[in-house]
Nanobody, 125 residues
Framework: QVQLVESGGGLVQAGGSLRLSCAAS????????MGWLRQAPGKEREFVAA????????YYADFVKGRFTISGDSAKDTVYLQMNSLKPEDTALYFC??????????????????WGQGTQVTVSS
């Protein structure tokens, strides 16, 4: 198993940036595909971005392409989500999640096996 702890959320003005971090412990997170997902109030949880360790592939939801970047540091067991040009509609609780195996991009939220507690991102207009 792997334990995930997110950090880095906060309040930012539209157009600003934040970097979320997800620290993993337990089984090394390079054994998993790692994803960032989010849930806004009253909405379904949705996929944001994922990274696979086999080949280092990344994949993004259309609504964040060109604005968000997912990356990982295996030496620190940490995955990041750099968020630029933030919009009020990006306001949500952001979760880090993991799914086995490490070489397939997973966009279906219910497929992820392990979840962090979430970090709140609020973008003001």
């Amino acid at each position: 198993q792997v334990q995930l702890v997110e950090s880095g959320g906060g309040l930012v003005q539209a157009g600003g940036s934040l970097r979320l971090s997800c620290a993993a412990s337990g089984r090394t997170f390079t054994s998993y595909t790692m994803g960032w997902l989010r849930q806004a109030p009253g909405k379904e949880r949705e996929f944001v971005a994922a990274i696979t360790w086999s080949g280092g592939s990344t994949y993004y939801a259309d609504f964040v392409k060109g604005r968000f970047t997912i990356s990982g540091d295996s030496a620190k067991d940490t995955v990041y989500l750099q968020m630029n040009s933030l919009k009020p509609e990006d306001t949500a609780l952001y979760f880090c999640a993991a799914v086995d195996p490490p070489d397939i991009v997973v966009v279906t939220t219910t497929r992820y096996d392990y979840w962090g507690q979430g970090t709140q991102v609020t973008v003001s207009s």
